[in-house]
């Protein structure tokens, strides 16, 4: 059983704990705008990396707070506990958040959505 | 005393003052308090107890603790019993009872036994090859098969013992009371650490115990030990516990250990637990777990007799029993002459050792310098290649090895023995290393696998680190013991190692199938689950080439004792059938836990009434008192129906539902989910939420809600109240409020951190009573003086406050029935007063509560949706014709964007449409397939499910919801319900059968 060093109350079980899957996972500001495969990378693709995984984890026994967890998925090591508006510290983990196709696609959403806002502006 | 003939006359540490008699295989003996059942069996001279998993061969008592393949025992009868314990780990008390397993009829004339003498067709993979074909019989072959192999029986009866479970935190957790983790626990608990140490057995010291005369810091081993476990005890942050087995070790050094509390008292003190279960969370560990000695692979090595050789010495020096009076000695290293020695100390006959390696490499160990000036006769370089003796042993043959120790040579000599102790070396116990994800490497000097890498906070020390001397364990032990408190964080200085006089010992020779000069006699390397050396040979040479398929295909390793005396044994006769060295072959997974728990350990104190908390409403007496029935609504206990006199369930339901539309009915409904939405952004939050608008809502009034997940499906309905510009009401299914509360909650903190909105949980705060039918309004009148109920001040859909029957009350005009109705909510502590209250001003009115079954029927009479009966997870509005509900104009809300996927516009979805029964008195069963075209067998094509089905009396008739592919586009066809009892038909219709146009809610 984890140990989870809950930002707010501190060291407990992972009993205690509910798993929210892939951290960073951005919700399309302008949903209507976004085309149904875009909106599947949100909706139900997750990354599945063996290895260091940013992933929410919320308290709900405890405090109820969501909150982020780096973690190892294969040694279960957790690499850093950060909150949920946050980036990970950790060089490690901040790696993993920014080299995954995730980022890419959200770089081409916003870029869509600013042409879009153009648009309607010109 | 003479009642034992293999009792010595002194030595032991038992009870001599006391003997218990106690009843094996239905025959009195006597034996000693601080016996194990084994011990006190050996010292009647009972070796042979059960038989073998396969071929029903006799065994006998094999070894003295956990690692006891063959001993196994049911032990007590009726409720208590309890199968597949080891004899070797059973104490010994006043009337206990046990018997034989896997024996049938009885031990000793055992039907099953014929199949040693067909054993050349019971090879490795038996029941995969025979077994298989056909299919369809493989549940009756194994009904059979189950019986044969019989692992004792669980008892049918409730358990009648209290188990507990406890939880700590500890700085430095020691596994292991012997030397290295006694040394341990005596470093980290100078330190001021907080520390536990375990150990499995009542005593401590382990093999200390019974190795024969050692001294330590110049006094005996053993009072060094005592004097070792008082001084913990003693200690405030030191937690001792005997009896207690460590089964599990999980990840970030969260363990379980089972402390057996009572279970060497026979009759459990009414005040104690039976077995406590121990949760432990430990910043470091440290294993001192010890070793388990290794059998040797020869021909009939599994006679009764034949047992480990730290066994043999264990039953002399602990217990004072002799387990044979001629006993031969068979090893490849010096550790069984110690065994000698103790046999020889206890005026005992030695016949002759028989060593598998040549003098040369053996004589200048201390050990064998020892039992030559005794002059017990040793035989070097020779190997038993044959044993005599059915139920138990009488001799063995032994002949000289050929020099590279594959074959035997020269002429055979003759043994007379009725023991042999046999020594293969020493195998570290790395269970719960390995458990948790440490790795192992291979000694070759020492022929066994030590830990390598730890994957936890963990350090080993002591013989299960491969330590296997005394002065190393209590060494590294202390060293250990010290690392592991100040890796917690604990100071303090390592205290000196004591005093031990050294003691020089040879290495082993490694020779994992003994050699002989006849194919004949089987050479058991997993005891416990009948696996040969022949069957791991059959299996590499069938092309099981990985390690974890030759456990599969062999099932060695695979009985309770999880292989513990024969893995490695296993492992070695792998690596030569496949030229391989033994590391290369690897090693299989340990799992926990690492010896049978029973279930009653896990479960603790959560069974019968304790099992799960029950909620029950405010009026739950009143239910009671008025005969109501009642059902489980997830942890509710929700009011059924209300039979009156000898009313049927369907009579009861009838009446309550034609009342409820015709009078008055009443409902508690106080299980409904209520979270409390508030702050400035309260509306918008809900706005987003909900698929209508919201921020429109005018104050003092409700709305019907639907909610969805992001996928588009709906996720949870009901009324939410404005009661102030900032303040709302919220209901929800009674199901699902945890689910929901959840939800809002994570859509408030990760999604719209910038919205400024609350929630709390306000289900158990608030009492309802809903009443509904066309006197519902005369009725609440009578009890309110302080609320307008006319259609201008309190419309449908509207809220007011004041007092019902003097309560302070919040007073909803919304239906769930179609009627006129108010739910009448006030604070629960005066939810029974508000019932009360209302069924005395209720009667002239012949008020009728209805409960759970009735609700149902009512609003599927007028086609409303429970989530989670007509949904799944898979529904969209649109599929239930709720896309008058779906503002698609708002923007966004929680779900939208899922709507227009191609996927949610398909025309085919299942749709939610009515079923009338073509005989109206049917009701549909719920869940029933409805399938268009009718055909003799599956398969067929199915359209979908019936999801609602009730006997409406306001109808006259049975009535059905049911999804259905494109089912709108199927209103008036006849589809077909196929069944096992016969098919049925029904059509297909809107999902309203009462009131379509809706004129009954103005009453």
């Keep these: 059983m984890l140990l989870i060093d809950c930002p707010w109350c501190g060291p407990r079980d992972d009993s205690e704990f509910q798993y929210g899957g892939e951290a960073h996972k951005r919700r399309p500001p302008a949903p209507d705008q976004v085309s149904d495969a875009v909106w599947a990378d949100y909706l139900f693709h997750n990354q599945n990396p063996k290895g260091l995984y940013l992933e929410r984890w919320r308290h709900s026994a405890g405090c109820r707070r969501w909150f982020n967890i780096a973690r190892d998925t294969v040694s279960h090591a957790v690499l850093e506990v950060y909150p949920a508006d946050a980036l990970p510290s950790n060089a490690a983990a901040r790696a993993v958040y920014e080299q995954n196709w995730r980022r890419e696609n959200e770089a081409a959403a916003n870029a869509a959505a600013v042409a879009e806002t153009t648009e309607i502006g010109a | 005393m003479s009642h034992q003939p293999y009792r010595l006359a002194s030595g032991g540490h038992i009870d001599r003052d006391h003997e218990i008699e106690f009843t094996f295989n239905g025959r009195l003996y006597r034996g000693h308090p601080g016996d194990t059942l084994a011990s006190a069996l050996l010292a009647n001279g009972v070796h042979f107890v059960g038989r073998g998993f396969k071929y029903h061969r006799p065994r006998g008592i094999f070894a003295a603790g956990a690692e006891e393949p063959n001993a196994l025992i049911q032990l007590g009868h009726g409720p208590r019993t309890e199968p597949n314990l080891r004899a070797t780990q059973v104490a010994l008390y006043d009337g206990l009872t046990a018997t034989s397993q896997n024996v049938w009829p009885s031990l000793r004339f055992d039907l099953a036994s014929v199949n040693q003498w067909v054993s050349r067709f019971l090879p490795a993979g038996f029941y995969y090859k025979t077994f298989m074909w056909p299919a369809s019989q493989w549940m009756r072959y194994e009904h059979v098969i189950r019986k044969a192999a019989g692992l004792g029986k669980a008892p049918t009866d409730r358990d009648p013992d209290r188990y507990e479970k406890m939880h700590d935190h500890v700085d430095v957790l020691i596994v292991g009371g012997g030397p290295a983790g006694l040394a341990a626990a005596l470093a980290a608990a100078a330190t001021g650490a907080r520390v536990m140490v375990t150990e499995a057995k009542a005593g401590f010291g382990g093999h200390i115990c019974f190795d024969g005369a050692q001294q330590i810091d110049g006094q005996p081993a053993a009072e060094w030990v005592t004097a070792a476990v008082a001084k913990l005890q003693a200690m405030p942050e030191v937690t001792v516990l005997p009896r207690t087995t460590v089964t599990g070790y999980y990840d970030h050094n969260y363990i379980t250990a089972l402390e057996r509390v009572t279970d060497h008292l026979g009759n459990t003190p009414t005040h104690l637990v039976r077995q406590r279960f121990w949760k432990i969370r430990a910043k470091q560990v440290v294993l001192a777990t010890g070793a388990i000695e290794r059998p040797l692979v020869f021909a009939d090595n599994d006679r009764p007799g034949i047992m480990l050789a730290s066994a043999v010495r264990e039953y002399v020096n602990s217990y004072g029993v002799l387990p044979g009076r001629e006993t031969v000695i068979f090893t490849n290293n010096d550790d069984a002459y110690r065994t000698a020695l103790a046999l020889d100390d206890a005026h005992a006959r030695i016949t002759a050792i028989v060593d598998l390696r040549a003098e040369a490499d053996a004589v200048a160990g201390d050990l064998v310098a020892a039992a030559r000036d005794r002059g017990i006769k040793t035989y070097f370089n020779h190997a038993i290649i044959a044993v005599s003796g059915h139920r138990r042993v009488t001799g063995c043959s032994i002949m000289e090895l050929a020099e590279d120790g594959t074959t035997v040579t020269g002429p055979v000599t003759s043994l007379v023995a009725d023991c042999i102790a046999m020594s293969g070396g020493w195998s570290p ?542 209103l008036g066809e006849t589809v077909h319900l196929p069944l096992s009892d016969g098919n049925l038909t029904a059509v297909v219709t809107e999902p309203q059968f009462f009131d379509p146009k809706g004129e009954r809610l103005n009453g």
């Design chain 2, 429 to 970: 116990s790395v269970h719960l290393f390995s458990q948790s994800r440490g790795t192992l490497s291979w000694d070759d000097e020492q022929a066994c696998f030590i830990p390598d890498v730890a994957h936890e906070a963990t350090v080993s020390v002591g013989a299960s680190a491969g330590d296997f001397s005394l002065a190393g364990a209590l060494k590294n032990g202390l060293k250990g013991g010290m690392e592991a408190a100040r890796a917690s964080g604990a100071k303090g200085r390592q205290p000196a190692a004591p005093k031990v006089d050294p003691v020089t010992e040879m290495p082993l020779r490694a020779i994992w199938q003994v050699p002989t000069n006849a194919g004949k006699g089987k050479q058991f390397v997993d005891f416990q689950n009948d696996v040969t050396a022949a069957d791991i040979r059959l299996a590499a040479q069938e092309g099981y080439l990985s390690v974890e398929h030759t456990k599969r295909y062999t099932t060695t390793g695979m009985g309770t004792d999880q292989g513990r005396t024969s893995n490695v044994n296993a492992l070695a006769i792998l690596a030569n059938a496949r030229d391989a060295h033994i590391p290369d072959v690897g090693t299989t997974t340990f799992r926990p836990p690492l010896e049978p728990v029973a279930i009653g350990a896990f479960a603790g104190r959560a069974v019968g009434g304790q099992f799960e908390p029950v909620r029950s409403t405010p009026m739950d007496p009143w239910h009671h008192a008025n005969g109501a029935t009642f059902e489980h609504v997830g942890q509710w206990m929700r009011a059924w129906y209300y039979p009156r006199g000898s009313e049927t369930m369907r009579e009861a339901v009838d009446r309550e539902c034609v009342a409820a539309r015709t009078g008055v009915g009443i409902l508690d409904a106080s299980t409904l989910g209520k979270i409390d939405v508030k702050g400035p952004d309260a509306a918008e939050f809900l706005n987003r939420i909900y698929t209508n608008g919201w921020l429109k809502l005018a104050v003092g009034r409700a709305r019907y809600g639907l909610m969805l997940g992001e996928d588009g499906m709906v996720k949870d309905d009901g009324v939410t109240v404005r009661l102030a510009e900032d303040h709302f009401h919220m209901t929800t299914t009674t199901g699902g409020t945890a689910a929901v509360l959840d939800w809002l909650e994570e859509w408030s903190q990760t999604e719209w951190p910038d919205l400024q909105v609350y929630f709390t949980s306000v289900t158990e705060q608030w009492a309802v009573a809903s009443i509904c039918g066309p006197k519902a309004r005369d009725l609440l009148a009578e009890l309110s003086d302080d609320i307008d109920l006319s259609d201008a001040a309190l419309p449908f859909m509207g809220v007011s406050t004041g007092t019902v029957a003097g309560l302070p009350a919040r007073v909803f005009r919304i239906s769930f029935t179609g009627e006129l109705s108010f739910e009448i909510n006030v604070p629960s502590r005066h939810g029974l007063a508000l019932w009360t209250a209302l069924m005395a001003a209720g009667e002239k009115y012949d008020i009728t509560p209805y409960g759970t079954e009735s609700m149902h029927v009512l609003r599927a009479e007028k086609g409303f949706i429970i989530v989670g009966q007509e949904t799944d997870g898979s529904v969209t509005p649109g599929d239930l014709g709720m896309d008058w509900i779906v503002a698609s104009k708002k923007a966004d809300f929680v779900g939208k964007r899922s709507l227009a996927r191609t996927d949610s516009l398909r025309a085919d979805r299942k749709q939610l449409v009515g079923l009338l029964s073509t005989d109206p008195e049917v009701v549909l069963p719920e869940g029933a397939q409805v399938v268009a075209d009718l055909k003799p067998a599956p398969p067929m094509t199915m359209l979908g499910h019936v999801t609602s089905s009730y006997y409406s009396a306001n109808c006259g008739r049975s009535i059905a919801m049911a999804l259905i592919a494109g089912g709108r586009a199927r």
